[in-house]
C-alpha cells in the first residue's frame, strides 16, 4: 500500500525549534515529489513548498521561503519540515503530500498523510 | 502569482441535488488545476486532475470541466457522503489553491 505516515502532535512553546516528519512506503520514494501544506485553524490550504528526494531539489512558496526548511533523508524514506524559531501563528496542521506523477514539475497530489497538529503556545 | 477565487465559499443543497463550483484564475493555467475534497478532520482527498480527469476511485458523479481561466466543478447527485469542503489547485507555477468552498447539507 501507498502511504505517507507523519510524526505525531507537537506542543511547543515560541522561538524553539521543531522538525517534523513524513515516511513514505509502498513506492519508489525518490522518485515522486513530496509536498508540505499548512491548514490554519479554520482556515484553507496553503501550499509551503515541495522536494524531490532523489537530489534533494527545493522550491519554496514565497510566503514560506526563509521561515521554514524542508528536506529529505532518501535512506529512510523520510522527508522533513522543520522550523529553526516557531511563532504562535505557526500553529496549525501540517501535510505532507505525493505529487501524483513521477519526476513531473508541479502536478496535483494523490497520497497524502494523515497530518501533524503543531501546537505554539506559551 | 496566480490567484484562483472560487465560487460560491458556502454551498446548502440537498441530497439528490447536482450542484457546481466555479473556480477562477487570475490569468490562463490552460489545463494545469486540481480538484479535492475535504472532510472535517481528514486530509484532502483528489477528485480531478488536469482540469477534466477523474481520478481512479473516485465516483462518476464527479466531474471536472473547463481551461484557461474558468473551471467548474460538478456533482451530478449529491449523495451524503459529499457534504466537504472543496478546493482548486492551479499547478502551472506556485501551486496555491483556491480558499475552498464548504458544501452543506440544506
Known amino acids: 500500500e501507498v502511504q505517507l505516515v507523519q510524526s505525531g502532535a507537537e506542543v511547543k512553546k515560541p522561538g524553539e525549534s521543531l522538525k517534523i516528519s513524513c515516511k513514505g512506503s509502498?513506492?519508489?520514494?525518490?522518485?515522486?515529489?513530496i509536498g508540505w501544506v499548512r491548514q490554519m485553524p479554520g482556515k484553507g490550504l496553503e501550499w509551503m513548498g515541495i522536494i524531490y528526494p532523489g537530489d534533494s531539489d527545493t522550491r519554496y512558496s514565497p510566503s514560506f521561503q526563509g521561515q521554514v526548511t524542508i528536506s529529505a533523508d532518501k535512506s529512510i524514506s523520510t522527508a522533513y519540515l522543520q522550523w529553526s524559531s516557531l511563532k504562535a501563528s505557526d500553529t496549525a496542521m501540517y501535510y505532507c503530500?505525493?505529487?501524483?506523477?513521477?519526476?513531473?514539475?508541479?502536478?496535483?497530489?494523490?497520497?497524502w498523510g494523515q497530518g501533524t497538529m503543531v501546537t505554539v503556545s506559551s | 502569482d496566480i490567484q484562483l477565487t472560487q465560487s460560491p465559499s458556502f454551498l446548502s443543497a440537498s441530497v439528490g441535488d447536482r450542484v457546481t463550483i466555479t473556480c477562477r484564475a487570475s490569468?490562463?493555467?490552460?489545463?494545469?488545476l486540481a480538484w479535492y475534497q475535504q472532510k472535517p478532520g481528514k486530509a484532502p482527498k483528489l477528485l480531478i486532475y488536469a482540469a477534466s480527469t477523474l481520478q481512479s476511485g473516485v465516483p462518476s458523479r464527479f466531474s471536472g470541466s473547463g481551461s484557461g481561466t474558468e473551471f467548474t466543478l460538478t456533482i451530478s447527485s449529491l449523495q451524503p457522503e459529499d457534504f466537504a469542503t472543496y478546493y482548486c489547485?492551479?499547478?502551472?507555477?506556485?501551486?496555491?489553491f483556491g480558499q475552498g468552498t464548504k458544501l452543506e447539507i440544506k
Open positions: 503530500a505525493r505529487q501524483r506523477v513521477v519526476a513531473a514539475g508541479n502536478d496535483a497530489f494523490d497520497i
Open positions: 489547485q492551479q499547478l502551472n507555477s506556485y501551486p496555491f
Open positions: 490569468q490562463g493555467i490552460s489545463s494545469y
Open positions: 509502498g513506492y519508489s520514494f525518490t522518485s515522486y515529489w
